[in-house]
Nanobody, 117 residues
């Protein structure tokens, strides 16, 4: 059974750069040529789609985040990465990864990111 695990630094300061990792275990990130996304949920708010990376490495981003966000993947390591720069307190959220457009695998617990001002 495929399991998703998001990981990151937890607490970061405003203006710093965030780096998150999504590790896929129990299966391959290349299964069925899935595209993969990062999604986040700020406290008390709904889910926000951040961006997607295709099997071929092509990417597309939420326009509101595009200038600060980069998604990459390593098919050999079975991982996907998120990098976001110029962090703001409003980037505080739980960050999740899953396939796109529909999350076909069970959601991981996510990784809490808190941005201090």
């Amino acid at each position: 059974q495929v399991q998703l695990q998001e990981s990151g630094p937890g607490l970061v300061k405003s203006s710093q750069t965030l780096s998150l990792t999504c590790t896929v275990s129990g299966g391959s990130i290349t299964t069925s040529y899935y595209a993969w996304s990062w999604i986040r949920q700020p406290p008390g708010k709904g889910l926000e789609w951040m961006g997607v990376i295709g099997y071929d490495g092509s990417t597309s981003y939420n326009p509101s985040l595009k200038s600060r966000t980069s998604i990459s993947r390593d098919n050999v390591k079975n991982t996907m990465y998120l990098q976001m720069n110029s962090l703001k307190p409003e980037d505080t959220a739980v960050y999740y990864c899953n396939t796109y457009p529909k999350g076909v695998f069970s959601w991981g617990q996510g990784t809490q990111v808190t941005v201090s001002s």
